[in-house]
């Protein structure tokens, strides 16, 4: 895939429907499922393309099924994490408020909608556990990665931290071994935000 005419033709084609079918197809072997996350990680380069595959292929659900499915190969998990983080740039625009420009040129920073951004800490978080199994430290050192980008790109941080501080509460209520993770998450989130 060159470009976003290539995307257009792919996607009036179907085609991301029928590759997005053939990963999870006991047809496909890993160089296959190597050549698909290929082709979405050409496609995720493209905002409109990156927001699309989002919006009308569920491509994070996705992300989860195949997670959840089965043991990956270490290549194929740094695909997807490759994908994952090409997403997240992508749909972000790369744009933020610059240190070293004027006063008065610079632009807001562009932030994601609350939904993405839960999709995204959901997708982070079954990322962890996949990767737990493999080591806890590189669990954790792919969520503390992504901390501040949640916290930075989230549209309503007041909505955010409602929702952080609903689940710290219920985790006092509550002790579970499956929530530790995202408990901690939310006290990272909690930790980044300013005080008001």
Known sequence: MRDKHCYELYARRGVFHVVLSFFSSPLCDPAAQGWVLEILQNAARDARAAYELLRDYSLLTWVLHALEGRFLETQLLSSI???????????????????????GTQKPPKLLALHLVNEFLYVLLALAKHLSHRSAASAAFLLSLYVQDVWLGVRRPDTLLAHVQMVREAAEDTPGGDQEAIVGLCEDIAALAPDT
Do not use: C, F, K, Q
């Open 81 to 103: 994490i490759d994908l994952l983080h090409t997403l997240w740039v992508t749909n972000l625009g790369g744009r933020g408020v610059e240190a070293g420009s004027p006063p």
